[in-house]
């Protein structure tokens, strides 16, 4: 675990050293003051609590940070995909309802329950086993029923629902269970248009109407992401589960005024001129056409930038958009900066709100081919995060 990382600015650059580490050759900054703003916007717009999906250390951008600030800005609940990101976030002192959701059947819950998080379950297997260990320390289990709609993912099939109900009724009459709520996820996450939509929240009254009438009270239906939160009122239920949206990436192809929070910087480490039919990178899949400066950028696919972006991508250097030229490596890319007047140091933002004329997480998650979930949640442990906004932390570690 880091800590006491130290940020300094010398003529506006950003500088972070790690403790015997040494400094930090790429840094993603986190603009806390965008994520506060996007989950009052999703807040706002969908009129339904939320639930800031933390998961995957908020989605590159450090989840307690992320998780404070959401919570400061009306973020009712928090989602985690594991109880280990759930502990991290009592250890953090943060008591918020949070709902955990992939476990093994035989895991040990006492944990999780002790810390008074909420959990997911989707087999008899899994709510016996929950029910054991609330039953073994002596609780009561604050538990989720998750019911297959149609992704094929996780979630009770509904041939198995009813079982899973009948089961769940009983263990709520032994005192070891409550059933809080029911929820189910979209299969097209990104097109709340799609006519899928209706059927799953037909499964999904369906499903509820059949809880109830085992018995069962669940108080909170949660099934929409961010794209429905923002754009499918059928789906909005009680809770909102948004993730991409808090973070400032528009989950379908229009804007509703997010803000992107975070802006991956580098500095040049090397810069040369080479004269044309120069070869780049590995296996000289790039040629150079005519006469041109090369500078030489301290990132590559071990920091998250997608090696499949090669030949296509673009970074902000000197004043304007430039080309990655030939293969992304490990540990660095090569940009070819034509006769821009660029030196040792000069600042490249690999990607970032675009406001400036950067490339976005989008284009990033288009050039590779993937979507930019991707891209953010692969941005690699050795790049440093940096706090800005309001709410920032005065270290920049991302356990901070
Ligand atoms: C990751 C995740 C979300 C967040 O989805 P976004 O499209 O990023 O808003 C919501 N629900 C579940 C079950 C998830 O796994």
Redesign the pocket.
Known sequence: MRSSTETWETNGERRCRIPGEGIILCQAQIDLDAVAWNTELIRNTSGTAVMA?V?ADGFGHGMIPVARTALAHGAAWL?V?SIPEALELREAGITAPTLS?VHHHDEDFGSALRAEVDLSASSVEHLSAIAESAARAGMTAQVHLKIDTGLSRNGASAGHWHELVTKARRLELDGVVRIRGIWS?LVH??DPRSPSLLRQTHLFDDAVTIARDAGLTPRIRHLA???AALAASATRYDLV?????LYGVE?IGESFGLRAAMTLYARTVLVKDVPTGTGVSYDHTHVTARQTRLALVPAGYADGIPRAASGRAEVWMAGRRRSIAGLIAMDQFVVDAGDADVALGDEVIIFGPGTRGEPTVLEWADWASTIP?EILTGIGGRVGRRYIGSAAPHTTNKES
Not at 241 to 245: L, N, T
């Open positions: 999906v998961k989602g995909t959701w996820h996450s990104s992401n961010s794209a589960r948004a993730g991409i949206g989950p979930h």
